[in-house]
């Protein structure tokens, strides 16, 4: 598998511990902060590599420290970062993730280059011999220009996958909808399905997501699992029975098990498997680089650990 990751990269700092946001300028103490490498392209790059592909990475970054400590960790994962674009002027992307006791985790972002990505930033001529694209965050291309980035990633014989960033909502449906007839597997969560479409149920909103071009469309349930759903299958698999620290990352880490899983030639029902095993892993700590995992461990976690 060599795969381009396109879009959205972050440099996440999880904290742990927070209870409530000081009064004033007092301080507290709290158990942990942790960087980690993030993002929908970001971070599904770095579990695809850890699950043995070969992943190139396409987006932008500033001209800042933040740029310097995103690289040498996607670097250190054995992520091509060549196609990461400095712009000045602009902050790479940041996120500051408080996490509560009861995994509650608010967030602050910073869009920074990521806004300012272009599809003319990429050269298409270091798409040669991929054979999938992901891109993450097509919001930020608009539908057009992303429709033409997969229309020309399946020219030279890749598959498509599309994550969306952004919440759920029928707006934003239509920002990407140029997108989506050029998108083999669509990969949202449960709250975006039933924004985009206003369906009573996930599986009529998957369905409606087909008929507007997609070939699969591939939905995180949180602790339920995942939905997977075609033009002629319905598939539930279900979440594995963990003890959660942090959810941040497992919508990314269950489409880079999911695109592993097809790309090693599993049918959808195994690949979604493989999808909630990698999500099951992340959730289990901080950030998508946490730990030490590869193909073989979380499959061998999948054998043996029971689901919900």
Not at 63 to 86: F, K, Q, W, Y
Request: hydrophobic residues 45%; charged residues 20%; proline residues 5%.
């Amino acid at each position: 598998m060599k795969i381009a990751t396109v879009g959205v990269h972050v440099l996440d700092t999880h904290v742990i511990g927070i209870e409530s946001i000081p009064a004033g300028s007092d301080g507290q103490l709290v158990e942990t902060i942790r960087f980690s490498p993030a993002g929908t392209a970001g971070g599904t790059a770095v579990i695809l590599s850890r699950l043995g592909a070969e992943v190139l990475s396409f987006g932008a970054v500033g001209e800042d420290p933040i740029a310097n400590s995103l690289l040498a960790m996607l670097e250190r994962e054995g992520v091509d970062v060549t196609g990461l674009v400095p712009k000045p002027g602009q902050q790479t992307s940041a996120s500051v993730i408080p996490v509560r006791p009861n995994g509650d985790r608010p967030a602050w972002h910073c869009i920074g280059a990521n806004g300012a990505f272009v599809l003319d930033d990429l050269d298409r001529s270091k798409l040669d011999g991929i054979t999938h694209l992901h891109l993450g965050g097509p919001e930020f291309l608009g539908g057009e220009a992303a429709g033409q980035l997969l229309a020309h990633a399946r020219d030279i014989g890749a598959f498509t996958s599309v994550d969306v960033l952004a919440p759920g909502d029928p707006d934003m449906l239509a920002w990407i909808a140029d997108a989506l007839p050029h998108t083999d597997y669509l990969l949202p969560n449960d709250e975006q399905v039933l924004g985009f479409t206003g369906a009573a149920s996930l599986v009529e909103g998957a369905k409606a997501l087909v008929l507007a071009g997609v070939g699969c469309v591939a939905v995180t349930q949180g602790a339920q699992g995942a939905l997977v759903v075609t033009a002629d299958e319905i598939i539930e698999v279900p979440a594995y029975d963990i003890e959660v620290v942090d959810t941040t990352g497992c919508g990314d880490a269950f489409s880079a098990g999911f695109l592993r899983g097809l790309s090693l030639g599993r049918d959808l029902r195994g690949a979604a498997e493989l999808g909630c095993a990698a999500a099951a892993q992340v959730a289990q700590g901080l950030g998508t680089d946490h730990g030490s995992y590869s193909l073989e461990s979380i499959d061998e976690f999948a054998a043996a650990t029971p689901t919900r």
